[in-house]
Protein backbone atom coordinates (compact mmCIF):
# COMPACT_ATOMS: atom_id res chain seq x y z
CA UNK A 1 0.00 0.00 0.00
CA UNK A 2 1.32 3.65 -1.21
CA UNK A 3 1.41 6.17 1.58
CA UNK A 4 -0.34 9.17 0.31
CA UNK A 5 1.84 12.52 -0.81
CA UNK A 6 0.76 14.68 1.57
CA UNK A 7 2.40 12.80 4.33
CA UNK A 8 5.64 13.71 2.97
CA UNK A 9 4.46 17.24 3.93
CA UNK A 10 4.57 16.43 7.81
CA UNK A 11 7.89 17.43 9.43
CA UNK A 12 8.90 14.05 11.10
CA UNK A 13 10.83 14.07 14.49
CA UNK A 14 14.32 11.72 14.55
CA UNK A 15 11.66 9.07 15.85
CA UNK A 16 9.24 9.50 12.80
CA UNK A 17 6.59 11.14 15.32
CA UNK A 18 4.70 14.71 14.96
CA UNK A 19 3.24 16.07 18.02
CA UNK A 20 -1.07 16.08 17.94
CA UNK A 21 -2.95 18.41 19.85
CA UNK A 22 -6.94 16.87 19.74
CA UNK A 23 -9.25 19.79 20.19
CA UNK A 24 -12.81 19.75 20.83
CA UNK A 25 -14.27 20.37 17.24
CA UNK A 26 -17.14 22.57 18.75
CA UNK A 27 -16.25 24.42 22.06
CA UNK A 28 -12.21 24.45 21.18
CA UNK A 29 -10.99 22.78 24.29
CA UNK A 30 -7.83 20.85 24.27
CA UNK A 31 -8.85 17.52 25.11
CA UNK A 32 -5.41 15.53 24.72
CA UNK A 33 -2.14 16.15 23.54
CA UNK A 34 -0.06 12.72 21.75
CA UNK A 35 1.87 11.97 19.15
CA UNK A 36 1.69 9.82 15.59
CA UNK A 37 3.52 8.02 13.31
CA UNK A 38 3.00 7.84 9.95
CA UNK A 39 0.27 4.89 9.91
CA UNK A 40 -1.43 6.51 12.38
CA UNK A 41 -1.87 9.80 10.85
CA UNK A 42 -2.97 8.21 7.51
CA UNK A 43 -5.25 5.92 9.45
CA UNK A 44 -6.86 8.95 10.99
CA UNK A 45 -7.35 10.68 7.93
CA UNK A 46 -8.96 7.16 6.74
CA UNK A 47 -11.11 5.85 8.95
CA UNK A 48 -11.96 9.60 10.63
CA UNK A 49 -10.97 8.45 13.91
CA UNK A 50 -8.09 9.28 16.44
CA UNK A 51 -5.06 7.18 15.76
CA UNK A 52 -1.49 7.83 17.49
CA UNK A 53 1.50 6.25 18.42
CA UNK A 54 1.93 5.73 22.32
CA UNK A 55 5.55 6.15 23.01
CA UNK A 56 5.39 3.96 26.42
CA UNK A 57 3.64 1.15 24.84
CA UNK A 58 5.37 1.52 22.04
CA UNK A 59 2.58 0.65 19.27
CA UNK A 60 0.18 2.45 17.35
CA UNK A 61 -2.88 3.14 19.62
CA UNK A 62 -6.48 3.66 18.04
CA UNK A 63 -7.59 5.71 20.74
CA UNK A 64 -10.95 4.57 22.45
CA UNK A 65 -9.56 0.95 21.78
CA UNK A 66 -9.84 -0.09 25.30
CA UNK A 67 -12.30 2.51 27.35
CA UNK A 68 -14.76 2.64 24.23
CA UNK A 69 -13.98 6.71 24.42
CA UNK A 70 -13.56 7.05 20.30
CA UNK A 71 -12.64 10.54 18.88
CA UNK A 72 -14.39 10.95 15.73
CA UNK A 73 -12.29 13.45 13.61
CA UNK A 74 -13.92 15.97 11.37
CA UNK A 75 -10.27 17.81 10.87
CA UNK A 76 -7.04 17.72 10.34
CA UNK A 77 -4.88 20.84 10.46
CA UNK A 78 -1.29 21.21 9.95
CA UNK A 79 0.66 24.24 11.30
CA UNK A 80 2.88 26.92 9.40
CA UNK A 81 5.95 24.90 10.40
CA UNK A 82 4.37 21.58 9.38
CA UNK A 83 5.61 19.85 12.71
CA UNK A 84 2.08 19.62 14.58
CA UNK A 85 -1.06 18.68 13.84
CA UNK A 86 -4.41 19.61 15.36
CA UNK A 87 -7.46 17.10 15.32
CA UNK A 88 -10.94 18.17 15.49
CA UNK A 89 -13.06 16.04 17.36
CA UNK A 90 -15.74 14.87 18.81
CA UNK A 91 -15.15 12.91 21.99
CA UNK A 92 -17.64 9.81 22.38
CA UNK A 93 -18.47 9.36 25.78
CA UNK A 94 -17.14 12.97 26.93
CA UNK A 95 -14.28 11.38 28.27
CA UNK A 96 -10.79 12.01 26.62
CA UNK A 97 -8.48 11.40 29.48
CA UNK A 98 -7.42 7.50 30.96
CA UNK A 99 -8.43 9.48 34.91
CA UNK A 100 -11.98 9.59 33.56
CA UNK A 101 -11.92 13.15 32.80
CA UNK A 102 -12.99 14.80 30.16
CA UNK A 103 -9.78 16.72 29.38
CA UNK A 104 -6.29 15.45 30.32
CA UNK A 105 -5.51 19.05 31.06
CA UNK A 106 -7.04 19.27 34.89
CA UNK A 107 -4.72 20.68 36.82
CA UNK A 108 -4.40 24.73 37.44
CA UNK A 109 -1.50 26.42 38.69
CA UNK A 110 -3.16 28.67 41.60
CA UNK A 111 -0.41 29.88 44.18
CA UNK A 112 2.59 27.96 43.01
CA UNK A 113 1.07 24.70 43.38
CA UNK A 114 -1.19 22.40 40.93
CA UNK A 115 -4.88 22.32 41.90
CA UNK A 116 -7.03 19.71 40.35
CA UNK A 117 -9.67 21.65 38.34
CA UNK A 118 -11.73 18.26 36.99
CA UNK A 119 -14.02 16.17 38.85
CA UNK A 120 -13.37 12.69 37.52
CA UNK A 121 -16.44 11.80 35.29
CA UNK A 122 -16.26 7.49 35.22
CA UNK A 123 -13.81 5.82 37.56
CA UNK A 124 -11.20 4.50 35.48
CA UNK A 125 -11.46 0.93 37.43
CA UNK A 126 -14.39 0.58 35.63
CA UNK A 127 -13.00 1.98 32.03
CA UNK A 128 -10.26 0.05 31.82
CA UNK A 129 -10.14 -2.92 34.87
CA UNK A 130 -8.63 -2.61 38.33
CA UNK A 131 -4.89 -4.31 36.87
CA UNK A 132 -5.02 -1.73 33.94
CA UNK A 133 -1.65 0.07 33.15
CA UNK A 134 -1.42 3.59 31.60
Same mark, same amino acid.
Given at each position: ?26 ? *? ?34 ? *? ?16 ? *? ?16 ? *? ?34
Amino acid at each position: MSQPLWLDEIQWDDKGLVPVIAQDETS *GRVMMFAYANKEAVALTAERHTAHYWTRSRQKLWHK *GEESGHFQHVSAIELDCD *GDVLIYKIRQEGGIACHT *GRESCFFRTLKNDQWVVSEAVLKDPKSIYGANHQH
